[in-house]
Nanobody
């Protein structure tokens, strides 16, 4: 059974940094794409970033470009989201997702989702 587990959330001051981790376990075959989404209170879930596990090609939402970096460790089947210059509007539950298909767009359908990790940006 495939499981997606996030970690690394917490409370940080504006301008600070956090690194989220996401591990996929229970898969006999390599996942093709891993992505991060977030959902703020009262808002719909939105795309943050995605990465191809095979090529390393990445995709970002405009709101996080230049501040967030997604990376991977294929040996560990793990993806990271380094978040710098955090803003109060980045406050949300961050979800990691994994899928077999290759697209990196924001409207891709993912096969597996984690439970989410809370990120709060506040002074």
């Amino acid at each position: 059974q495939v499981q997606v587990v996030e970690s690394g959330g917490g409370l940080v001051q504006p301008g600070g940094s956090l690194r989220l981790s996401c591990a996929v376990t229970g898969s006999d075959f390599s996942i093709n794409v891993m992505g991060w989404y977030r959902q703020a209170p009262g808002k719909q879930r939105e795309f943050v970033a995605a990465i191809s596990q095979r090529t390393g090609i990445t995709s970002y939402a405009d709101s996080v470009k230049g501040r967030f970096t997604i990376s991977r460790d294929n040996a560990k089947n793990t993806v990271y989201l380094q978040m710098n210059s955090l803003r109060p509007e980045d406050t949300a539950v961050y979800y990691c997702a994994a899928k077999w298909s290759s697209g990196l767009g924001p409207r891709e359908l993912y096969d597996y989702w984690g439970q989410g990790t809370q990120v709060a940006v506040s002074s």
